[in-house]
């Protein structure tokens, strides 16, 4: 997971940048005017997408699935950890939900987000909101599904790790799983409060303490409005 320094510039990044997607915004504008899309047709630009690379380099490919139809982002992980983060400015309480899919083909071998030497997962989705909280959605090969981590730096940042896929069986191998979640009221349940602005999101990587490959698929992020 993102170490002391790397939480720091992750939201400070969402808390200064100016480059923020708002309800209005046109940057990502979908053809249905009910939903906003985050893609990755710009990861390749950090303004946009701040890669952000704890350890080895970031392997990352944007590619047209033939099942889904649209393109989706692959990242791969050799021992590596990194993240690409974006800034947005979205207000949750006219966020009905949230919706992605992801598949892994390969898990870090052992990954255990219970376990500091082993906290390693191939698929993660982190929500940064404004006051430095952060909600990082995991597909966890070992901890078992709803399993909450607080892996919050006193005085820098709060961050509750949310197991919300669990197991490494081969049976779900390079299949694509729908996710869907309600940010709004799961940053309730694990912060006992509202949910302030979301000010950003990242896509992130990790397998350097298992030390060993994973890889995971992501598709785009799209925020249902109510």
Request: aromatic share 12%; with cysteine.
């Amino acid at each position: 997971m993102i170490k002391k320094l790397t939480y720091f510039a992750f939201i400070t990044l969402f808390s200064l940048a100016n480059l923020a997607i708002s309800e209005e915004s046109s940057a990502n504008d979908p053809v249905d005017k009910n939903t906003i899309v985050v893609d990755y047709k710009d990861i390749d630009d950090a303004k946009i997408w701040e890669p952000k690379i704890k350890r080895g380099k970031a392997r990352t490919k944007v590619y047209l699935d033939d099942k889904l139809k649209t393109k989706v982002l692959r990242v791969q992980s050799n021992q590596d950890s990194y993240y690409f983060q974006k800034s947005l400015s979205l207000d949750l309480s006219k966020i009905e939900k949230v919706q992605w899919q992801w598949k892994v083909t390969r898990h870090p071998a052992g990954g255990d987000v219970r376990r500091g030497s082993k906290d390693d997962q191939a698929a993660q989705i982190l929500f940064a909101f404004e006051g430095r909280n952060l909600i990082s959605y995991i597909w966890d090969p070992t901890a078992p599904k709803d399993y909450v981590k607080d892996a919050s730096i006193p005085f820098i940042v709060s961050q509750k790790v949310f197991v919300i896929q669990s197991g490494s069986d081969k049976k779900d191998l390079n299949k694509w799983f729908s996710i869907t979640r309600d940010v709004r009221a799961d940053y309730k349940k694990l912060y006992g409060k509202e949910a302030p602005k979301l000010a950003g999101v990242a896509i992130q990587i990790n397998s350097q303490h298992t030390e060993s490959f994973c890889e995971a698929h992501i598709s785009p992020i799209t925020f249902i409005k109510k």
